[in-house]
């Protein structure tokens, strides 16, 4: 919910702060992932030997303050610096989180990342409710995000009597699973620390392949919202109510995808879900985008949304799989695909400023296409989890 309530709310805050689409692209998508580039890396690299569940206690106590901060905000650069903070908060917090529940479960990783993944489809269709409601009563999105805000800081309680008091938080255990390329950590563990293990990481094809495709992930989510939202403003004059429900119906579809992937994962390869997720996720986007029916295109958002979800599960867990109990390793090296999602809103936002938003959207195809040919080109035994019996 944290990550919705800007982007569903952008051309509103487009309109109280009156910016241009790329200042707009800056303030809510950028920034929250400029400050992230220079302290998460070395923090996710020691999150390996560290009490993870307290490093995810504190960094949700800070992602509260900052996103409270953040709905304070007198100028559209107090908004994106209070955005920025609360943006490291979160992927320390959410790389050490991910991190322990990979390393629970080595044998079944796509399942568990896509019901990782269903938490987070169930925030974005609830942040339109959120703001339907501050608009019913006559507030914004200032009363959206102290909201959510607050839930961070009552999540914060709940992980703290968790992890302080029963500890149920799992350590770090490397397994013995899935890639031939994560012998090359392995043989790091024992070497020079961390900067040995992560040079290794940085040898490590199938890694950098998997984090690739899943950085591509980034323009179907909160970039495609925000621009979404201000596509149906402009192009079919579409209400906040109309945009809160076409974003509604697109993540509660999500969500749908999400569990009968869960479920797909039983019978059919990840490699085969991905492509045929890739190639329906297209065709449906770009029926949305030539539709000129308001229902119309909140059908058609929705089936993009049911398409998307295996995407990012699946990319996110076979990463994992290439480095097999180094959690944080695989974080801190994600952190080198982190200025694709910081320079893409920057792009679409000087392309739409140029050429209009809807010739802007057609890059954010770049997610289907891309992991399509990441999936296309690798082995399929790259694909597949190792079982042991």
Same mark, same amino acid.
């Given at each position: 919910?944290?990550?919705?309530?800007?982007?569903?709310?952008?051309?509103?805050?487009?309109?109280?702060?009156?910016?241009?689409?790329?200042?707009?692209?800056?303030?809510?998508?950028?920034?929250?992932?400029?400050?992230?580039?220079?302290?998460?890396?070395?923090?996710?690299?020691?999150?390996?030997?560290?009490?993870?569940?307290?490093?995810?206690?504190?960094?949700?106590?800070?992602?509260?303050?900052?996103?409270?901060?953040?709905?304070?905000?007198?100028?559209?650069?107090?908004?994106?610096?209070?955005?920025?903070?609360?943006?490291?908060?979160?992927?320390?917090?959410?790389?050490?989180?991910?991190?322990?529940?990979?390393?629970?479960?080595?044998?079944?990783?796509?399942?568990?990342?896509?019901?990782?993944?269903?938490?987070?489809?169930?925030?974005?269709?609830?942040?339109?409710?959120?703001?339907? *409601?501050?608009?019913? +009563? /006559?507030?914004?999105? $200032?009363?959206? =995000?102290?909201?959510? !805000? &607050?839930?961070? #800081?009552?999540?914060?309680?709940?992980?703290?009597?968790?992890?302080?008091?029963?500890?149920?938080?799992?350590?770090?255990?490397?397994?013995?699973?899935?890639?031939?390329?994560?012998?090359?950590?392995?043989?790091?563990?024992?070497?020079?620390?961390?900067? *040995?293990?992560?040079? +290794? /990481?940085?040898?490590? $094809?199938?890694? =950098?392949?998997?984090? !690739? &495709?899943?950085? #591509?992930?980034?323009?179907?989510?909160?970039?495609?919202?925000?621009?979404?939202?201000?596509?149906?403003?402009?192009?079919?004059?579409?209400?906040?109510?109309?945009?809160?429900?076409?974003?509604?119906?697109?993540?509660?579809?999500?969500?749908?995808?999400?569990?009968?992937?869960?479920?797909?994962?039983?019978?059919?390869?990840?490699?085969?879900?991905?492509? &045929?997720?890739? #190639?329906?996720?297209?065709?449906?986007?770009?029926?949305?985008?030539?539709?000129?029916?308001?229902?119309?295109?909140?059908?058609?958002?929705?089936?993009?949304?049911?398409?998307?979800?295996?995407?990012?599960?699946?990319?996110?867990?076979?990463?994992?799989?290439?480095?097999?109990?180094?959690?944080?390793?695989?974080?801190?090296?994600?952190?080198?695909?982190?200025?694709?999602?910081?320079?893409?809103?920057?792009?679409?936002?000087?392309?739409?400023?140029?050429?209009?938003?809807?010739?802007?959207?057609?890059?954010?195809?770049?997610?289907?296409?891309?992991?399509?040919?990441?999936?296309?080109?690798?082995?399929?035994?790259?694909?597949?989890?190792?079982?042991?019996?």
């Amino acid at each position: 919910m944290g990550a919705g309530v800007t982007p569903v709310s952008a051309p509103d805050i487009r309109s109280e702060f009156d910016v241009a689409y790329g200042e707009l692209g800056l303030i809510l998508l950028a920034a929250p992932l400029l400050l992230s580039m220079v302290i998460e890396g070395p923090i996710l690299l020691a999150s390996d030997r560290l009490r993870r569940g307290r490093v995810a206690t504190f960094g949700l106590v800070v992602m509260g303050v900052f996103m409270i901060a953040a709905a304070a905000a007198t100028s559209p650069w107090m908004l994106a610096l209070g955005l920025a903070g609360w943006g490291s908060a979160s992927g320390i917090t959410c790389g050490v989180s991910q991190g322990a529940l990979m390393d629970a479960y080595p044998q079944d990783r796509e399942r568990w990342m896509t019901r990782w993944t269903l938490m987070g489809s169930l925030g974005d269709a609830a942040t339109p409710l959120l703001i339907m *409601a501050a608009a019913a +009563a /006559g507030m914004g999105w $200032r009363t959206a =995000l102290v909201g959510a !805000g &607050a839930l961070h #800081l009552v999540h914060a309680v709940v992980m703290f009597s968790v992890v302080w008091e029963r500890g149920a938080v799992p350590e770090t255990e490397a397994s013995g699973d899935d890639s031939e390329d994560s012998e090359d950590t392995e043989d790091a563990e024992d070497g020079d620390g961390w900067w *040995a293990q992560l040079r +290794a /990481g940085l040898r490590n $094809r199938q890694l =950098l392949l998997w984090l !690739g &495709a899943g950085a #591509l992930c980034c323009l179907l989510d909160e970039i495609f919202v925000a621009f979404g939202a201000v596509f149906l403003r402009a192009e079919l004059g579409a209400t906040v109510t109309t945009q809160s429900l076409a974003f509604a119906a697109c993540a509660v579809l999500e969500a749908v995808g999400l569990v009968v992937t869960d479920r797909l994962l039983r019978r059919f390869s990840p490699r085969h879900l991905l492509m &045929a997720s890739c #190639l329906a996720c297209a065709a449906a986007f770009l029926c949305w985008l030539g539709v000129r029916s308001r229902v119309g295109s909140i059908v058609l958002l929705a089936v993009v949304g049911l398409c998307t979800a295996p995407q990012y599960p699946i990319c996110a867990a076979r990463a994992y799989a290439a480095a097999p109990g180094k959690s944080g390793l695989v974080a801190a090296v994600d952190q080198l695909f982190s200025p694709l999602p910081i320079v893409a809103p920057l792009v679409i936002g000087l392309v739409a400023d140029q050429f209009g938003v809807t010739l802007a959207l057609l890059l954010l195809l770049a997610q289907p296409v891309g992991v399509f040919v990441l999936a296309l080109a690798l082995r399929p035994a790259d694909h597949e989890p190792r079982m042991q019996g």
